[in-house]
Structure formats: structure tokens, C-alpha cells
């Protein structure tokens, strides 16, 4: 076996909608092995995992899979299964997987699994790869390309136990632990999404501007100056008291003499802890006898130069947990103790309290194994034992003196058998510190009588508590107490989402989505954008490069300015990461066109479709897909798209689709739709039976009066986005109006230059459809024109038909054509880009005294301008757009200084009013495109 690939899917996919990771998996001889020929297997397999009997498989019923494995299933199929259950063995419960054929390649498979931790999914895809072949005879043994999915090692040769023990410590070491797990759970549970932020427990919750943040039980929310007195025991005292709650006395010492001497004059028992110590290190307990106070001194100071020495409180520890003003659990905590048996040693009975299946080091069990130290030793010489001592039947023997579960304690839930004067207690401790969240550790004999009829009070309030307690209590009830704080964070009905408008398709998606966050920032929001010239927050470029993955959706979602978010959302992405959200409130698909095929196995349009349907399939039940009425594969998509379907149409008037007549008049449903009447028609808008003038094509200045089809295309679809999400029309008819071609408003797309003496037009045509659509403009503008000069380009992963393609469009739309190569000729040799360009040219007519070749893109846009005499239009599409249109600024003509005025108003007599304005040869814009 090899594995071919692998990628990770962290949002919606190809293959479903949950987060996957898929790897591509060669079986090579094992394709004609399928389990049932190979003799034992199924039997030695599920010897090694049992837990493989409960998986449903295909059939739909526990047992499935076993029946499918007894009949035969191939060992991709298997390995998906093994992987699910080592991952759930782990801790990390996990059901969904799948295994696909790739198409073309007999043998090859996609194996796709459910994971939640990447790293620990990637690594159990590895052993059960492992596992699987070492079950396999000696002959059909070995796996190539295990690196492709973890770099994580486990024993060879390989061993079952071995390797779940390796996939534990891995998910403890990359897992939330379980405070920030509870809340990260509960938040997804209400819908709320969740981004991690770094490899500890940094979470985001919710997107741009509603987010909220997340370190354990720490939220954005909480204040420093609280959480800084806090750590402040004895400041913490001070206001306590200040605020008639009920504390010990105590005092601040640096010394054991002073310790010693200040004990005296609290007279009784006291404590002796650090300042600013947590989780009971350095703390002890119950302390009379001046040595006892002396080496608690000394053991305090290994955490603190500062020691507090205080009164003791007699009676039961519990830990009161605070929420928003609110008490929402009581845990009594019981010190690590065990109970005699009358033979066994102290020692003995600690190995045998450890090996409670609930027992981990650290947080990775409900409870922590009790480790013998020094503290244990020494708390064990007080009552006159050591760990070789044997207490009789049924003593209880304490070896510690603190309640702390991460030295071994117990926790019992007492959350309904509280006084209302404690909880009154706890709660008014928190908000005079000033804390959204805290842990209380509240010492009385009897929590369900109130305090001030007792004995004993608040001895510390802890920042950032642990909810572990609380959640798996030893005895009692466990308490859900995550909801508590999501709900502080996110009050009903608020789910921290911002709205989110995706955007894909072959041609149009970037001037979509500059037109719809024009338009949404015309209603004052702060919108970020991400397309292929960058990231935008408003008008301001964050990030320059192609943006256009989830990466950097992921990068606007993070930013807490956005309050909406317009994503391009490209092929590519798509493939390999899938979408950066889990929905979308508005997707659309402008077409598709056959581009970028034969990649990743995306080999026919119809393939390419379905890779841009998961755009609207991923829309929100209450959110709008809208959808290239005129684009038969686009239209189609409506069958299978999340939300409701709206529309965008070119063909209004009689040459209206019938399903889309349909659709207005029979369902009320919304459409944008150009009608015919006058240059460029009217653009009108259909919803709930009602029908409402936008304005005419003409008005937007993008559309070149109108005559630019694909802008016209571009402007429904961003207004039927904006509608559809409820955007005020006249919101929508002021944004368009002043969206034109300007190249800081849209660079790259249709720019224009006047100041040369010829006219220059930069444009992204950079597929034979969009070189199509292009050309139609530029024959509506032919008779301006004495000549039309075209660079042309193409990337080189298409396909050697697109490519000569793009070379045919070229040579039927240019009079003169500079062929040049991508700057990344993405695997072909130097020159072949522009040889397969000048055989589509050819092929549609050119002879060669119209082809010109240089191969380097600004010596072809610099061989573009020169061959430019006055009256010509010339037109560049770039790669390197920002450096293609500065150099275009700084191109210095061979033309005399008075060309401009004198010749060009009688060139362009016959363009419409819009667009005869000339620039003054200094690099000015043409001020109305």
C-alpha cells in the first residue's frame, strides 16, 4: 500500500459537511485481495479491536461493518474504520468516514475520516494503516508514505496497546482539557462557531465583531485588575472584609521567625500558604507546633517570596463556582485519603486507589493519581504513620492536608444542598473583585446552614477556576456548568455569528464581491473582503496576495472589526481545504465555464460544477442561494442548494427562462433581472410578487454604458445578494451608481487609461470564456478604434486544449497579439505556454505577422504599448497586477506632445458620453470608468 495524498478538510468539502481528513491510498496487490481471501484477517482484527462489532457500516445496524468485512470489503474501506476506532479509544469519540473510488485510477482511494483534534486524526490514520498491515501476510506487508500523514512514531514492531497509549498522550498533549472543552462544546452545541487560536486553549468564539474569547474558564471579559487581586491573597482578604464577608485574619510575612510569631498572635490553628500560590501548592493545613509552622514556611517558599499566615477554619471544603453574578455548582472537596483494610500498607493502598480507571496523570482523567512526596510524608508523620504503616479495617487515613483534585482528591456535588446565605456569600466575593468568573473556596462544617450561624468563611477566590469538579464529581450529580458561561457570553438569541456572503464561480466572482461590499458598507458596516488581489477591511488592504482560500476568510472571521464578510471563494480552496465557515448566510454561483480542468481530478465542467456547489449547498436554512438563471449547470444547482434559491438573469422580457417565470410569478421568489429597453436595458428586481425598478445598466458606471454584459451580470448578482439579506434598494441603486473601473476601486478588472495618446484597458481575462466576454465589449467598441493590440497569457496547469483555446479567442478578438508566458509555468518548459497559444491563434487564422512573442510579462505589456499608434486600443491582462498598472503609469510614448488633444476626440466620436474623457498623459484615471 501507498499513500498517495492527504488533505484536511475543516469546513464543509466535496465530500460532506463536517470536518474530514482525507487521505489518497494506492492498495497496488491488495486490490485484488479483498478481506474475505485474505485467511484470518477479519478474526485477528477484531480480536485487536472488539468495539469494531458496534460499527454500523452501510447496512445501518450495529454489526454492519462485521458483516461487510466477513463478505469482503477492500482495505481502504477497512482502514477508515480502524482509524474511527482508534480515535474513539483514545477519548476523542468520532463515527463518520467513508471510502471512494478515484475515478481513472483502478486501486487508488479516498479514505475520509471524521476527526476533531488534526493532529490526532492525521496520527491514527497512520496506525491504522499500521495496524491493517500487520495483519497482513508476509508477502503482501508494507506501507509507503506513512510521512504523508504524521510525522508522530509509535513502537515497531507494531503493537495495539502500544500504539493507543501513543495516541492518548498525543490527544492530551493537543486536546482542550476540560473546562475549555465544556465551554467549546457547549458553544457548538447552540451553534456557536468556534475558532482555536493557538495549541493551548486560547479559543475564539463567534466571528468578527461578535466574537467573544476563551482560555479555560478566563474570558475576554474578565477583568485583569480582578483576576490581579485575586492572586493576591491578602489584598483579596482586605476587600473581602471591607465588603462584610466573612474571612480569616491573617497577615503578610517574610520569614519563619515572623511566621511563628504572627501564628501566636492569632492564637489557635492556623494556615500557612503563598501569597499568590494556586491549586494548594505550598499550602498547609490545621498547623499549632512552631517546627510544623516553621517547615511550612519554608515549604510556601519554594512558591513565594511573600507567606501568608491566617487563621484556620474548622470544617469541610467546598468549592463554590460563580457565573455572571450567578452561583451555578457547590463541590465539597475531600484531601486525598484511603481506607485500611488491616493488611495492607499505606502504600499498598495508594497503588490500589490509583488504579480506579478514573485515576490520570493530570487533567487526563476525572480524577489524579496520588503521588507519595514529601508534603505526603510529612502530613503522614503528624499522625504518627509512614507509608509502611497498615491502618486497620475501615480507617480513613488523610494524606494531605488540602482538598486540591490535582493532588488526588475527591469531589462530591452539594450544588442543592447550599444555605442562600452562602450562595449570597460567594456571589457578593465575586463582584467585589470584580470577577465574571470564580471559583470560591468556602471552608464551614455544614454548606446547608448558613455561615454566620456556624463558623468559617471564604478563604481564597480563584481566577480562572477548573470545572473539572464540577462536571465529574467522585459522588453526586454532575453539573453542566459550561452553559453558564456561554450564555454570559452570548445572551439568547445571540449566536456571535456576522453575516457571511460567499461568492464562486468560473468569471465574475472578484467584481461581485468589490460591487456587495460597496454596497453593504453604503449601510454603514465595517466589511472585510477577501478576493485574489488581497484581504480589505473597507477600503484598506490588510493583506496583499491571492486571498481568495479559507486561509484568509479564516483572517477576516478573526478580525473584530468586520461586522459582515464578502468572501471569493475559489477553486482551489475548495479542493483542498474546503470552506472556512460551517455556513453561509447568502451564497452564489455566477457560472461555470470549463477551467482549470484536469486538476485534482476535476476533469469535466460537470466535475467542476459540482466542486462549485458546495458554496449554495452550505447556505443556512433561512439564508438565500443565488444562482446564473442564463448558466444551465448554475441553474440546476437549485435542486441541491441550502436556503432559498434566488435568482440573477441577463434575459428578461420575452427571452425570460420559464423556470425562472416560474419562479417570480408562481412563487414570488426574488430575481434580478435585466429587461430589455434602451442601451444596456433596465435592471429590475422581482420579490414577493412585486416588481421594482433598480436603474438602468447605463447608470453604473462599471458596465461602459451599459455595453460591458459580464458588469451587467456582476451588478445583478451583488444586488440580489444585498436584497436577498434585506439591504434597502435605494442602498443598493446608490452603491452601483458610484462603482466604476477605477483601478483602486477594482484593480485589475476593466481599468482605463486615456494619458498615453491610445487607450489601455488592463483586465484578468484569464480563461477563454472570460476572454469571450471581453471580446464582446471590445467589438461594441471596435469602430472607435483603428486597431485593437492584445497581451494574452494563460497559467500553465490548464490543459493543452484550454490553452490553445485562449489562443483561437485571442486571434479572433486582436488585430495584433503579444503571446507571453505565467510567471509560474506550473510544471511546463519554457516557451510551451506560448507555442500551444500560437497554435490555437493559427489555428483560428492568424498568420504569424500578428503573433508576437515575449515570453516575460512587462516586456510584453512595454511591446504592447510601443506597437501602439494614436487611435489604437491596447489591452493588458496582468498577473502582477499592482506592478502591470504602475507600469503602465510610467510608459513614456514616442508620440508628439500635442497627439492627445488634437486626435483623440475624433477617434472616439462614436463612444458613449461616459467614456470620451482623456487623461492627461500624466497618468490620470479616466474619471467616470
Known sequence: MRVLERAVYRGPHLFGPIPMIRFQLDLGPLEERPSNTIEGFADRLLALLPTLNDHACSLGRAGGFVERLRDGTWLGHVTEHVALALQTLAGVPVTKGKTRSVKGQPGVYNVLIEYQEEEVGLFAARLALELVDSLLPEDLRGVRGLDVLSRERTRSPFDVETALNDLKRLERRVGLGPTTGSIVAEAKRRGIPVLRLDERSLVQLGWGARQERIRASITGRTSFIGVETASDKDLTKTLLAKAGVPVPRGVVVRNADDAVREAQRLGGPVVVKPLDGNHGRGVSTNLTDPEQIRRAFQAAAEH????????????????????????????????????????????????????????????????????????????????????????????????????????????????????????????????SLGLDVAGIDFICPDISKSVRETSGGIVEVNAAPGFRMHLQPTEGRPRPVAPAVVRMLFPKGESGRIPIFAITGTNGKSTTGRMLSHILRQTGLTVGLTNTSGVYVNSEQVLQADASGPKSARMVLHDPMVDAAVFEVARGGLLREGLAFDRCDIGAVTNVQPDHLGLKGIDTVQDLAWVKSIVVENVADDGISVLNADDVLTARMRRRSGGRPAFFSLRGGEAMPPFLREHIVERGGLAAVREPDGAGGELVVYQEGRRRLLMRAAEIPATFGGLAEFNVANALTAACMAIGHGVNIQHVRLALATFGTAFEQNPGRLNVFDGHGFRVIMDYAHNAAGLIALRDLLQKLRPSYRRQIGMVTIPGDRRDEDIRAMGEVAALTYDEMVLREDPSRRGRREGEIIQLLAEGARRAGADDSRIHRVADEMQAAETCMSMARPGDLVVLTPTEVEDMWQRVLAFQPNLRPNFVSETLPQLHSDLPPSLTSVGTGTGGIHPNV
Not at 325 to 348: C, F, K, M, N, Y
Open 304 to 431: 513565594s517570596r511573600r507567606i501568608v499566615v491566617e487563621q484556620f477554619f474548622s470544617g469541610n471544603d467546598h468549592r463554590l463556582l460563580v457565573v455572571g453574578g450567578e452561583l451555578v455548582a457547590v463541590a465539597e472537596r475531600v484531601p486525598a485519603h484511603v481506607v485500611g483494610d488491616g493488611a495492607s500498607t499505606i502504600r499498598q493502598l495508594i497503588d490500589e486507589v490509583n488504579k480506579d480507571p478514573r485515576r490520570g496523570e493530570g487533567h487526563e482523567q476525572v480524577l489524579t493519581k496520588i503521588k507519595v512526596d514529601e508534603i505526603v510524608e510529612a502530613f503522614l508523620a503528624e499522625q504518627g504513620l509512614d507509608v509502611n504503616s497498615t491502618p486497620a479495617s475501615g480507617q480513613k487515613v488523610y494524606l494531605r492536608g488540602t482538598a486540591n483534585l490535582s493532588t488526588g482528591g475527591t469531589a462530591v456535588d452539594r450544588t442543592d444542598d447550599i444555605h442562600p446565605d452562602n450562595a449570597c456569600i460567594a456571589i457578593r466575593a465575586a463582584l
